[in-house]
């Protein structure tokens, strides 16, 4: 069972020369969409790892998509806060980041977002489910913005849009082919998917993403994707990195129960 398992979290990858300067360690964690249990077991799994590889200076990066989907964001953001005040953790803005902000000002995007997970994140606070349900749309406006915290909504909005470390740039969605760094849109570091994900030259740095769903990590040349649909596949993937290595840790959901696995 766990070597099947495992081969949940390999993929074939490339030869790597992309690296980390020294003394730096990285992991990045693909899409949560309110998997709070997912990301608990993921948590504790990325401390273990990290001690045991001894002195570093590590960096978390959280890729965005926090939110949405899955039963518990609310649970999910707290977690977040709680990582990032205890060691150095950088999250960046997905879409769904972006629709949920949006939606607590704009009431024709609350119904876009309440059809994309929006409903589970907002029902993850304490809104009552009767009153969410009778309610118009203005008036959810109005649960959500007295139900999520001042301090829930800062901390969202604090969120960065891309992370460069060594010969890595950590993005949500991806980067718009053929565009400098320094002036790609914020759109498509937030939604792009193609022509991002099916070109073959290289960006400059590899660039590790989540926002498209596969089943295991992909690793390609030029790019690393790591969201495997935490929300409805129940499995979250972490890549860790230093120096040229890369391994991945994985928290999986089977019969009822949390597993921590180690991948490549």
């Given at each position: 069972?766990?070597?099947?398992?495992?081969?949940?979290?390999?993929?074939?990858?490339?030869?790597?020369?992309a690296?980390?300067?020294?003394g730096?360690?990285?992991?990045?964690?693909?899409?949560?969409?309110?998997?709070?249990?997912?990301f608990?077991?993921l948590?504790?799994?990325?401390?273990?790892?990290?001690?045991?590889?001894?002195?570093?200076?590590?960096?978390?990066?959280?890729?965005?998509?926090?939110?949405?989907?899955?039963?518990?964001?609310?649970?999910?953001?707290?977690?977040?806060?709680e990582w990032?005040?205890?060691?150095?953790?950088?999250?960046?803005?997905?879409?769904?980041?972006?629709?949920?902000?949006?939606?607590?000002?704009?009431?024709?995007?609350?119904?876009?977002?309440?059809?994309?997970?929006?409903?589970?994140?907002?029902?993850?606070?304490?809104?009552?489910?009767?009153?969410?349900?009778?309610?118009?749309?203005?008036?959810?406006?109005?649960?959500?913005?007295?139900?999520?915290?001042?301090?829930?909504?800062?901390?969202?909005?604090s969120?960065?849009?891309?992370?460069?470390?060594?010969?890595?740039?950590?993005?949500?969605?991806?980067?718009?082919?053929?565009?400098?760094?320094?002036?790609?849109?914020?759109?498509?570091?937030?939604?792009?998917?193609?022509?991002?994900?099916?070109?073959?030259?290289?960006?400059?740095?590899?660039?590790?993403?989540?926002?498209?769903?596969?089943?295991?990590?992909?690793?390609?040349?030029?790019?690393?994707?790591?969201?495997?649909?935490?929300?409805?596949?129940?499995?979250?993937?972490?890549?860790?990195?230093?120096?040229?290595?890369?391994?991945?840790?994985?928290?999986?959901?089977?019969?009822?129960?949390?597993?921590?696995?180690?991948?490549?």
């Amino acid at each position: 069972m766990l070597s099947r398992l495992r081969q949940l979290f390999r993929a074939a990858e490339p030869a790597n020369t992309a690296t980390l300067p020294a003394g730096q360690r990285a992991y990045a964690v693909g899409d949560i969409h309110g998997r709070a249990d997912l990301f608990a077991a993921l948590i504790a799994a990325i401390d273990a790892d990290d001690a045991a590889r001894g002195p570093a200076e590590t960096t978390v990066i959280l890729l965005g998509d926090l939110i949405d989907r899955g039963p518990d964001s609310a649970g999910v953001i707290r977690l977040a806060r709680e990582w990032q005040a205890r060691r150095p953790v950088r999250i960046l803005t997905g879409n769904h980041e972006e629709m949920f902000l949006d939606a607590l000002e704009k009431p024709e995007v609350m119904r876009h977002f309440l059809r994309f997970g929006g409903r589970e994140t907002l029902l993850s606070y304490p809104i009552d489910p009767l009153e969410y349900t009778r309610a118009e749309l203005d008036e959810v406006v109005a649960l959500a913005r007295g139900a999520v915290p001042a301090g829930d909504i800062a901390f969202i909005q604090s969120f960065e849009d891309q992370v460069a470390l060594g010969d890595y740039l950590f993005v949500h969605a991806g980067i718009r082919p053929g565009v400098p760094l320094d002036v790609q849109r914020q759109s498509d570091l937030r939604w792009i998917r193609e022509p991002f994900l099916d070109h073959p030259e290289s960006f400059g740095p590899v660039v590790i993403h989540g926002h498209t769903i596969t089943e295991q990590a992909e690793f390609r040349p030029n790019r690393i994707g790591i969201d495997t649909g935490a929300y409805r596949s129940g499995r979250l993937t972490a890549l860790g990195l230093e120096s040229t290595e890369r391994w991945l840790i994985g928290a999986i959901e089977q019969d009822g129960a949390v597993r921590v696995v180690e991948g490549v």
